[in-house]
């Protein structure tokens, strides 16, 4: 069965800082992997997305994840974050062969000035 | 225009009451599915829809039903709402046709009193 594990669920960071935010998952076939951004009162929004390829994917607001099969992880992480981060993000995985999104329980980035 | 809309967007309702969750898509996708959001808890899966014709139970189903009226329509009912089903819940379509990611709705903000 697959499973997503997000360890932290609260981060907080200074403003210009680096962050990582931790995902690992479970599933014994080959998988698709993706992080979700919640804005305050939102709807979920796709930040980046792993499929194929690149081990290494990128969004267009600075954030990027990189997939570890050793690992089993999909870690999110921006070397600089700005207040405007401050959100909730969600690891979620699918696995080859199914149509079922498994989500993470959440982590929430609280940006500080 | 949203291409997952859902209504309402928020509702308040006494426990014991029937009340009907909407949800509709633009976007001609196959797939949808039914999420709520429970803080700590993140998205958990409560039925999800193939096509008109396939409905399955996700993990946390009961105390729900579901219908698909159509390829662009999926509701979600809660036929006797009890107040642990306070939740937000989340609307989302994928297409069938490959490995791509959910889309989601601006969510219910559902209140059982």
């Known amino acids: 069965a697959q499973s997503v594990t997000q360890l932290d669920s609260q981060v907080p960071v200074f403003e210009e800082a680096p962050v990582e935010l931790r995902c690992n998952y479970s599933?014994?076939?080959?998988?698709?992997l993706f992080w979700y951004v919640q804005y305050p009162n939102q709807g979920l929004q796709l930040l980046l997305k792993?499929?194929?390829?690149?081990?290494l994917v990128e969004s267009i607001n600075g954030f990027e994840a990189e997939f570890n099969k050793s690992q089993t992880s999909f870690h999110l992480r921006k070397p600089s974050v700005h207040i405007s981060d401050t959100a909730e993000y969600f690891c979620?995985?699918?696995?080859?062969?199914?149509?079922?999104?498994?989500f993470g329980t959440g982590t929430r980035l609280k940006v500080l000035a | 225009d949203a291409d997952v809309t859902q209504t309402p967007r928020n509702r308040i309702t006494k426990t014991g009451k029937r009340i009907m969750l909407e949800c509709s898509q633009t976007?001609?996708?196959?797939?949808m599915y039914w999420y709520r959001q429970d803080p700590g808890l993140g998205l958990r899966l409560i039925y999800y829809?193939?096509?008109?014709?396939?409905?399955n139970k996700g993990e946390i189903s009961d105390g729900y039903s579901v219908s698909r009226q159509a390829q662009a329509k999926f509701s979600l009912s809660l036929e006797s709402a009890i107040p642990n089903q306070t939740a937000l819940y989340f609307c989302?379509?994928?297409?069938?046709?490959?490995?791509?990611?959910?889309?989601f709705g601006q969510g219910t903000r559902l209140t059982v009193v």
């Open positions: 792993y499929l194929s390829g690149s081990t």
């Open positions: 979620a995985v699918r696995s080859s062969g199914t149509y079922k999104y498994i």
């Open positions: 976007k001609g996708h196959d797939r």
């Open positions: 989302a379509t994928s297409d069938g046709t490959g490995p791509t990611e959910a889309f």
């Open positions: 829809s193939f096509d008109v014709k396939d409905i």
């Open positions: 599933s014994s076939v080959s998988v698709y």
